[in-house]
Structure formats: structure tokens, C-alpha cells
């Protein structure tokens, strides 16, 4: 996994995209990211699950902070400057 220097603001009408290109950029892709979420977390449900909940913008907030914990990134909300 790459050196975290940057911090990404992500917005849900690309979020999909902003995930993909991270998961892209730790070298990976979304089947081993959600064989490793399926393995570390318990679930057992595939990757068509996950497209899909992109595409209706249904995601949850804790299935993106199990995104982030396999990335090694954390989610956090602040106040805007």
C-alpha cells in the first residue's frame, strides 16, 4: 500500500468513481477488495452487491469505513474552512 499524503474530499454523485480510482491507486480492484471485506468482517456477499449499491447511491457509512480500513484511509467529517 502506498504513503498517505493527501486527504480526499469524495461526494456521492461520484463516489463510485473517487472509490474505484483509490482502490486503483493501492493496487487493487473491487473483486480482492470485496473478498477482503467478506473475509475480515464476516459478510458473504459479492461484488455485483457492492456495484450495485454504488449505482443507487445506497452505501452505507459503515460499508465505506470498511473500505477505508482495508485501505488504511479513515473517514472523517469536519467542519468546512
Do not use: C, W
Not at 51 to 75: C, D, G, P, Q
Request: hydrophobic share 35%.
Amino acid at each position: 500500500m502506498s504513503e498517505k499524503t493527501e486527504e480526499i474530499v469524495i461526494h456521492s454523485n461520484g463516489l463510485y468513481k473517487q472509490i474505484k480510482n483509490l482502490v486503483k491507486k493501492e493496487g487493487l480492484n473491487f473483486t480482492l477488495l470485496k473478498y477482503t471485506i467478506n473475509e475480515i468482517f464476516g459478510k458473504n456477499d459479492g461484488v455485483r452487491n457492492l456495484h450495485n449499491k454504488f449505482s443507487r447511491n445506497t452505501i452505507r457509512v459503515s460499508e465505506l469505513e470498511e473500505i477505508a480500513e482495508i485501505l488504511n484511509y479513515e473517514v472523517i467529517l469536519r467542519p468546512k474552512s
